[in-house]
Every structure is written in structure tokens, then in C-alpha cells.
């Protein structure tokens, strides 16, 4: 049975979530499934949408804090966050799109409130005192800083006044709560741990290749590990987690620790691939300083980005060294570029998209440095094959075909490549499945890139090359979902990239509707 489209470019859409969830505000090109819990609908005129967030604007409840130019396709878009009474309203955000300063579209989600107490019973400490309690973890330090009031948006459709704060411990512990600043229940909580004069020196990489490096030459005669500005135009340090310290070497050739060297020069060309492909200055796309640490002790075969540094950490029964391989190493970074655009909430479906997106940047800078093959520096679309001495691909997500691998360790529960093998877990398990449900969109993108046939829905899929399917993704997690965006909201935000940038007719807008089709979705 053919499949209507609705394709009207400038027009805008509420789209009311279940039980209170915020109003949806872009255009629809799907709909749930069956077997999802979701439905939503109800138009209004573009004209009265747009004017509607003016007047928020105007009135002080929509308030602008990121501007995004994006040069590639000559498009301005800017973030506003949603306010009641001066108190931010979590994941409430609206993203305006311009082009040639006319509002091409809005995408972002909205709350209705009303009646929302903003006076605290709770103080700060207290707040802070509850959530240690809740986390067990009473030398867990407050980091001030990240502190505020907000009104926080429940499921049950109420809203509540509340404390948002993170604490920490050292590098490897970072919890962000949300504490009912009237009773002190918890009511949401997710981690901010995401698992995974110049110079130029010569290193010994990991696996025994030689590498170039951005080192500096120091008044005391010795080459250090980090470079200011002087090769690249961002500072970047490469630390040795187990001394603190920046590596030295008096004749600038590096052959006494891969990993370090690996780490180093694989964090330089992650850099010049988001610049040269998608002309992105750094993680923040301002040049921000990048701090790398190598041989972190506090877990094993493991990397992470903590929220303000990228670690890797020391090899254990697995042996992986995850700072010798490229696509994880670029798959942290991107952990960082997705805090500094939609901001991704580390939980559930939107963290489950944030380990998305960071598989595929990982996956396209791969493609972007190596040429495609099996083998060590080869790219493929497994995720951690090179982070052990010799090539293997075993236990390693793969985008290609993901019910090949289980992360459960149990081929009984296949990684999954359709929306109906999507596992519901707490948030005590992998943060409600922020690594196991990440391969359904990491699927979307092959499929798009390479081409081929879901092997759920049996939908064939026409690739467009990965290059294309690559800026169509970038510039839909990238400017268009916001920190609660879920499933849908992507599949929209693609939908909608697609045909901006290559029009209705084209086939990267008809391919992308098919590798939507393919992992389950239906395309109105």
C-alpha cells in the first residue's frame, strides 16, 4: 500500500505528547507503530505558531542562549531556553531555523504552565544533603557552580519546582538530580559520565605506527605533550592520568608510551575532521580547550567524556586501549559536541541518541582518514575494533548489521535494528539503555550511508554515500533536537533536514524516508 507524504516546507506543528509531556513543535513526518505508546497531532497555522513565540520572546519566557551559524548549508539557528518567572524550565526549548534571516522552520518542545509555585521550602544544602543520601554517597562534593532552581516537567503531566544539582567525585563520578524543592523526592536523575613555540614531534603509536604530534618546546629544553594555539587554534593537553602530569621528552620523538602517543594524535585529527567536513571549530565550535587523559585507573577497557575532559582508561581482562582507536576516540569528542549544541539528556531515548550520534561521528571520521577495508586503520562499521593489539571485532556494536553483537553478552538479546526490538530497562541499567538502544539509529545511518535491507522490516534502503548521510545527520542532532528530544523527534529532525537541504524530489530526502521505514517507523 503507497504511503502518503505530508511535505509542506514553512509549516508548523504542535504535537501533543501523552500525559502532559511537553507540546512537540515542528513539522510531522511520522507516526508511531503499533507497538508505540505514542500519538500525537493537532496543526495550527504556521503564521499564528510563530507569532505565538515572538510574544514569548517579547515577554521574557523564551530567552535566546546559543546561536548557531552553519556555514555548510547557510543557515542560522537559534536556541531559546524556556522560563516561568525567571526560573528555567528543564528540557523546555524552542530552535528557531533561518535562512537569509527568514524562519524556515521551529523545532523544540514547549510546556503550558500554570499555577507553578516558585517559592522553595528546601535550601540549597538541604537539596544537596537529600541527594547525597539518595546516592549513598556522603563525600560526594556539590559542584556549586551547576546549581539552580527550575521547574521540572513530570510524566504524570505536573509540574514541580525543584533543585537541580550534580555531585561529584574526583574525574570518574558525576550524577546530575532533580529534587522536589518542596518535599525532597528525587525525580529524575542521569549521569554526566558518557562512556567513551610550535613543534612537531614524531611518535610511536599503540600499534607500532609511526604518527606526527602537536608537542611544544618548553624553556627547560623538553617537549611536552600539548600544543597552545600554535598548531591548531585550540589549546590541547594530553595528560598521564597516574601522575598528573604532560608528558616530556628532550628530543621530540616519542617511543615510550603508544597509548599516550595514540591519544594525542588521534584527538589532532578528530579535530581536523569536524573542521574540515563540517568546517566545526572544536568541541564547542568556538576553539575550547581540550584536555585528554590516558591510563585512568578508575575503570578498565573503557573511555569516557566526564562533562569537561576526555579519559581513557587502563587496559584490564579485555585488553582494550581505547586511545588507540580512531572512531572511539572521535566518539567521546563527540560526547562533547553534543553537550554544547542539543545537549542530549543521558538517559533513556535522548541518551540513547546522544550514543548515536557519537557512534556515527566516530564511524564517519573513520571513513574520513582510512580507506574502507578489514584490518587495523581500515574503516569498517564496528565501533572499537582497533582498541586491542591486533584487528577484532568481537563484542564490538556494529551498525552494519547490529543483531549480530549482544551488549548483554547473551545472543538471546541482540542489539537491536528496528524500534520493536527496543529493550525497556530502569535507569539503573545502562541509564535506561543509552548504550543498548543506540544501535536502531546507528543502523538508520548505514542503511542511509551504504545501503541495504532491514533485516526486521525487510525495507530496502538505497545508500547515498556516506559524506551525504553523514551532514544530513550532523545537521539534525546538531541544531535541530533538543536536551528531552526522544525517537520520533529525530526521525522528524531527519526528515526534515533531508528536505531542506536536498529538496522533496530528490532521492537523499526519499532514501532517508526509507531508512525511517526501515527501522519502523511510518512515514505519513
Not at 309 to 329: S, Y
Not at 331 to 338: A, K, P
Not at 373 to 396: F, H, K, M, Q, V
Not at 459 to 484: E, M
Request: aromatic fraction near 14%; charged fraction near 20%.
Amino acid at each position: 500500500m503507497k504511503t502518503k507524504k505530508f511535505l509542506v516546507i514553512l509549516s508548523f506543528i504542535f504535537f501533543m505528547h501523552l500525559s502532559g509531556f511537553a507540546d512537540y513543535v515542528g513539522k510531522t513526518y511520522v507516526s508511531s507503530p503499533e507497538f508505540s505508546q505514542f500519538k500525537r497531532t493537532f496543526s495550527v497555522q504556521n503564521q499564528l505558531l510563530l507569532q505565538f513565540f515572538d510574544q514569548q520572546v517579547h515577554r521574557g519566557n523564551l530567552v535566546p542562549f546559543l546561536v548557531q551559524q552553519d556555514s555548510k548549508n547557510s543557515m542560522e539557528h537559534i536556541r531559546y531556553l524556556q522560563t516561568h518567572r525567571g526560573l528555567p524550565v528543564f528540557g523546555g526549548e524552542i530552535v528557531y531555523h533561518l535562512k537569509s534571516e527568514v524562519v524556515e522552520s521551529i523545532t523544540g518542545e514547549y510546556y503550558r504552565l500554570d499555577n507553578v509555585e516558585t517559592e522553595p521550602e528546601l535550601t540549597r544544602e538541604e537539596a544537596a544533603s537529600a541527594y547525597r543520601a539518595y546516592l549513598s554517597g556522603p563525600e560526594l562534593i556539590e559542584k556549586s557552580q551547576d546549581t539552580r532552581l527550575i521547574i521540572f516537567p513530570s510524566k504524570d503531566g505536573t509540574f514541580h519546582l525543584s533543585w537541580q544539582i550534580t555531585l561529584a567525585k574526583e574525574d570518574h563520578f558525576s550524577m546530575t538530580g532533580v529534587i522536589d524543592a518542596l518535599t525532597g523526592e528525587v525525580l529524575f536523575q542521569s549521569s554526566n559520565i558518557h562512556f567513551d613555540e610550535p613543534a612537531i614531534g614524531l611518535g610511536v603509536n599503540y600499534h607500532g605506527l609511526n604518527v606526527k604530534l602537536a608537542t611544544t618546546l618548553y624553556s627547560d629544553d623538553y617537549y611536552y605533550l600539548y600544543d597552545e594555539k600554535r598548531v591548531r587554534p585550540f589549546n590541547h593537553y594530553t595528560y598521564d592520568y597516574r601522575n598528573n602530569y604532560i608528558p616530556g621528552d628532550t628530543d621530540n620523538l616519542w617511543d615510550f608510551d603508544g597509548a599516550i602517543v595514540s591519544a594525542h594524535a588521534l584527538v589532532g585529527q578528530v579535530y581536523d575532521f569536524y573542521y574540515r567536513f563540517f568546517g566545526r571549530e572544536g568541541i564547542n565550535d568556538k576553539n575550547l580547550d581540550t584536555v585528554v587523559y590516558v591510563h585512568n585507573d578508575k575503570y578498565e577497557d573503557n573511555a569516557f567524556w566526564n562533562g569537561e575532559n576526555i579519559n581513557f582508561c587502563v587496559q584490564g581482562k579485555k585488553n582494550e586501549e581505547n586511545a588507540a582507536c580512531l572512531d572511539i576516540v572521535a566518539h567521546e569528542y563527540s560526547h562533547g559536541v553534543t553537550d554544547y549544541c542539543s545537549d542530549l539528556v543521558y538517559s533513556f531515548e535522548s541518551g540513547a541518541l546522544n550514543e548515536s550520534f557519537s557512534d556515527i561521528m566516530g564511524t564517519t571520521a573513520e571513513f574520513y582518514w582510512y580507506p574502507e577495508g578489514i584490518g587495523l586503520y581500515l574503516a569498517d562499521w564496528y565501533i572499537g575494533e582497533d582498541a586491542r593489539p591486533y584487528y577484532n571485532t568481537s563484542g564490538c556494536r556494529n551498525l552494519a548489521n547490529p543483531n549480530a553483537n549482544s551488549q548483554m553478552g547473551d545472543s538471546s538479546y541482540p542489539d537491536p535494528c528496528h524500534l520493536s526490538q527496543k529493550y525497556i530497562v530502569p535507569i539503573n541499567l545502562d541509564n535506561g539503555g543509552v548504550h543498548l538502544n543506540s544501535t536502531i539509529y546507528g543502523h538508520a545511518f548505514y542503511l542511509l550511508a551504504n545501503g541495504g535491507r532491514n533485516s526486521v522490516s525487510h525495507v530496502l534502503v538505497n545508500g547515498i554515500g556516506i559524506d551525504k548521510a553523514a551532514r544530513i545527520f550532523y545537521t539534525a542532532f546538531v541544531y535541530y533536537l533538543t536536551k528531552n528530544s526522544d525517537f520520533m523527534d529525530a526521525a522528524n529532525a531527519l526528515l526534515e533536514v533531508a528536505y531542506s537541504l536536498h529538496s522533496g524530489g530528490s532521492q537523499e530526502y526519499q532514501q532517508t524516508i526509507k531508512a525511517m521505514e526501515a527501522i519502523g517507523w511510518i512515514v505519513n
